[in-house]
């Protein structure tokens, strides 16, 4: 892909650099360059000018002999001769030399050939996520391309007869689809080429033939609704059917009717219905998988251990994951998770009061104020 383009998307082999960055020893600072051995070892010392000077993009000509100096702008190459540069600051100048109050350390103020990157190191390895600062490093080693995986096509879906689009009437009994917008800005921060293919009905041979319709073109079918085991949940016994079903149903709240399974070579993945359910599902499981389909390395979010701000019970056997702000910890110490009051799977609103996640394993039974507890936030989650 051009330069341009790159951000966002995986690169798919190793980088290495074709070049030492900086290419030459060059002048931190705007000032006069000398070579170090030219000062006095105690006291003040006095070097005449040479009659030149070095700019970025313009060397200097002449050489700098033993016990002189020369003009030096920010980012110029060192001139022949010299190691150390004074900043402009720090000496007297009287138009034909300068004064040094004092000795300076040999190569203040230099930078060094390849001190940020040497040529034939090794950058960036196959998986990485190209994000701006490393489109930067290609552009400061010349690279004007770079290999990148293709991205994943991915199919998003709701199911329900109840959904309509939003800026649509809203009949009695209907809801708005809020999933497949939560899902498409959730989906702008991963390397996927996303179709969204609408809203699916509850009629089990319709279902059917989209869903193996876009298997066909798409590596990805994500939808979300009609997970479950009602009688109008067709989405994942079309995978039952007509694929395979890995797995449907897991031990998390919320999220239970989660199902991953295949049509022909695409991966599906059926969320749940309910929005924060399917947000939860998405951000904790979905996302690395899709990541990592994409060429990526796992995207396993970093936890940070904070101490509880709330206390709860639970039966074993099942993990939980809590919607939660960072409050400041009593005593004014740091920050602990703060449980958001309304944990209903259907209360939207809950993820934006919340800072991010708080996950409770399933061996966990108790937690008590000032518990340490596992808390991810929205954007380890990619919900940024």
């Known amino acids: 892909m051009p330069l341009k383009a790159a951000a966002g998307r995986v690169l798919?082999?190793?980088?290495?650099?074709?070049?030492?960055?900086p290419a030459f020893d060059n002048a931190a600072v705007d000032g006069f360059a000398f070579a170090a051995a030219s000062q006095s070892a105690t006291g003040p010392t006095r070097l005449a000018l040479v009659p030149d000077r070095a700019a970025a993009g313009h060397p200097a000509r002449a050489a700098v002999p033993p016990g002189y100096a020369m003009r030096v702008l920010t980012g110029a190459m060192m001139p022949e001769g010299t190691d150390t540069v004074a900043m402009q600051e720090e000496v007297v100048e009287d138009g034909t030399g300068l004064t040094l109050a004092r000795p300076m350390r040999p190569s203040s103020n230099?930078?060094?050939?390849?001190?940020?990157?040497?040529?034939?190191?090794?950058?960036?390895?196959?998986?990485?996520?190209?994000r701006p600062h490393h489109v930067a490093v290609a552009a400061e080693i010349g690279l004007a391309h770079l290999p990148v995986f293709e991205r994943l096509r991915l199919a998003l879906l709701s199911s329900g007869d109840e959904l309509r689009e939003p800026g649509d009437s809203?009949?009695?009994?209907?809801?708005?689809?809020?999933?497949?917008?939560l899902l498409q800005s959730l989906l702008?921060?991963?390397?996927?080429?996303?179709?969204?293919?609408?809203?699916?009905?509850?009629?089990?041979?319709?279902?059917?033939?989209?869903?193996?319709?876009?298997?066909?073109?798409?590596?990805?079918?994500?939808?979300?609704?009609g997970a479950s085991r009602g009688d109008e949940d067709h989405v994942v016994r079309t995978v039952e059917?007509?694929?395979?079903?890995?797995?449907?149903?897991?031990?998390?709240?919320?999220?239970?009717?989660?199902?991953?399974?295949?049509?022909?070579?695409?991966l599906t993945i059926g969320l749940p219905g309910n929005p924060v359910a399917a947000a939860v599902c998405f951000m904790r499981l979905?996302?690395?998988?899709?990541?990592?389909?994409?060429?990526?390395?796992?995207?396993?979010?970093?936890?940070?251990?904070?101490?509880?701000?709330?206390?709860?019970?639970?039966?074993?056997?099942?993990?939980?994951?809590?919607?939660?702000?960072?409050?400041?910890?009593?005593?004014g110490t740091g920050q602990a998770a703060e449980v958001i009051r309304?944990?209903?799977?259907?209360?939207?609103?809950?993820?934006?009061?919340?800072?991010?996640?708080?996950?409770?394993?399933?061996?966990?039974?108790t937690i008590a104020p000032g518990d340490p507890v596992k808390f991810f936030s929205f954007n380890e989650l990619g919900a940024v």
């Open 12 to 21: 798919a082999a190793p980088l290495v650099s074709p070049r030492a960055v």
């Open 188 to 225: 702008r921060n991963l390397p996927v080429e996303v179709d969204d293919l609408g809203i699916l009905r509850d009629e089990a041979d319709a279902v059917a033939a989209t869903m193996v319709a876009a298997a066909g073109t798409h590596h990805v079918i994500l939808t979300s609704g």
């Open 342 to 365: 309304r944990q209903g799977s259907g209360i939207l609103t809950s993820l934006t009061d919340a800072d991010g996640l708080v996950e409770v394993a399933d061996s966990t039974t």
């Open 286 to 331: 979905a996302r690395p998988v899709l990541a990592r389909l994409a060429g990526a390395d796992w995207l396993e979010p970093r936890a940070f251990i904070v101490p509880a701000a709330f206390a709860m019970t639970k039966k074993p056997g099942r993990s939980e994951l809590l919607r939660a702000r960072l409050v400041p910890a009593e005593g």
């Open 241 to 266: 059917r007509h694929g395979r079903l890995h797995f449907w149903q897991i031990a998390m709240k919320p999220g239970r009717p989660l199902a991953f399974g295949h049509l022909g070579e695409a």
């Open 110 to 130: 230099r930078r060094r050939a390849g001190e940020d990157i040497a040529a034939g190191a090794a950058l960036f390895a196959p998986g990485l996520v190209l």
């Open 170 to 181: 809203l009949p009695p009994g209907a809801l708005f689809d809020a999933n497949r917008y």
